[in-house]
């Protein structure tokens, strides 16, 4: 059993920027591809961005592409996800997800682990 805890959300003004963790358990993190979704009130949940498990391939939804960077540590089971140049649309609970053993996908359902997410909110 994988699991995944996120940290790092808040309120911040638009322009501004976050930086987002998720720690994960397990032996066996280093094998597994790792991803960020993000779902807005009353909207499904979206690819944000996703990583492969030595951190070479990088992957980023369009809508923050060029704002959003992705990494993560092995050798501390982290992943983390900063967010600059923040707009109000950028509001979500953001959610990391964990696949073992398989390529890094913008698919959802590929995803095996998901953490309980964490509030992000840009206002005006």
């Known amino acids: 059993q994988v699991q995944l805890v996120e940290s790092g959300g808040g309120l911040v003004q638009a322009g501004g920027s976050l930086r987002l963790s998720c720690a994960a358990s397990g032996r066996t993190f280093a094998s597994f591809a790792m991803g960020w979704f993000r779902q807005a009130p009353g909207k499904e949940r979206e690819f944000v961005s996703a990583i492969s498990w030595s951190g070479g391939s990088t992957y980023f939804a369009d809508s923050v592409k060029g704002r959003f960077t992705i990494s993560r540590d092995n050798t501390k089971n982290t992943v983390s996800l900063q967010m600059s140049s923040l707009k109000p649309e950028d509001t979500a609970v953001y959610y990391c997800?964990?696949?073992?053993?398989?390529?890094?996908?913008?698919?959802?359902?590929?995803?095996?682990?998901w953490g309980q997410g964490t509030q992000v909110t840009v206002s005006l």
């Open positions: 997800a964990a696949r073992p053993f398989a390529l890094a996908t913008a698919r959802r359902n590929d995803y095996n682990y």
